[in-house]
């Protein structure tokens, strides 16, 4: 009997230790399909992010950027302003030297005039640059404001109020702009593309340019063997 008890004591503990591994090995699988599901949600949500911005424009990140310096920076500015301090002058106490040579140099390769395209942007342009030198008087503004009410906003229903005068400073200010702008206008000339009244004495355009590149050159040491072969007393 001795003998039969100690047999079967082996055998329970062996199959224990089977089951503790199948156990083992159950919640392992169990955390692998967890991991599994995990990664496969992560992705998801990456291939659908990646999509989104795929679609977005290609300079949004930095517009999006720009917008948040912006606000950050008016945020800055108010809060200046608040303290009753100069918010220009504290941000540039905070450049270095080199940002302010890097911004001098991005400031002179800026082009500022890109030329005649159309006329449309050339109207547009100078549109902008009238509205730039616009200073309004927002003390007149409002009062214009307080006293007009809603007419101030009018509609298809509101009535004109013909009697109304412009202040004798913005009719000024209004007359010197249009005689500036005459003035300028009356001193611009277009530049030629040749000289009417100049010699021809080119065969062709490529021609023309390589003289006009001689003449810069060496003009002035030929000038007189010029004179002498068109007065016809050249040696």
Not at 110 to 135: C, I, V, W
Not at 141 to 153: A, D, L, P, T, V
């Amino acid at each position: 009997m001795a003998s039969a008890s100690c047999s079967t004591e082996p055998s329970s503990s062996g199959s224990m230790s089977a089951a503790e591994r199948r156990a083992q090995r159950m919640a392992k699988l169990q955390e692998l399909s967890l991991k599994r599901n995990e990664a496969r949600k992560l992705n998801h949500q990456e291939v659908v992010e990646e999509d989104r911005r795929n679609k977005l424009p290609a300079n949004f990140e930095q517009k999006r950027k720009r917008e948040e310096w912006k606000e950050e920076d008016e945020k800055k500015r108010m809060e200046a302003e608040e303290r009753g301090e100069d918010y220009d002058r504290l941000r540039m106490l905070e450049w270095t030297a080199e940002e302010v040579e890097k911004w001098e140099r991005k400031k002179k390769k800026k082009n500022s005039d890109p030329g005649f395209s159309t006329y449309e942007a050339a109207g547009l342009r100078q549109y902008q640059a009238l509205t730039k030198k616009m200073k309004p008087n927002m003390e007149h503004y409002q009062q214009q404001k307080e006293k007009m009410g809603e007419k101030f906003y009018p509609d298809m229903n509101t009535l004109v109020d013909v009697t109304r005068k412009d202040p004798e400073e913005a009719v000024d200010k209004l007359v010197a702009d249009v005689e500036k702008q005459i003035d300028k206008r009356a001193k611009f000339s277009r530049r030629r593309g040749f000289n009417d009244d100049a010699d021809i004495d080119y065969i062709n355009e490529r021609n023309m340019r390589f003289n006009k590149k001689a003449e810069r050159f060496y003009g002035k040491y030929t000038a007189e063997i010029k004179q002498n072969l068109e007065r016809g007393t050249a040696v």
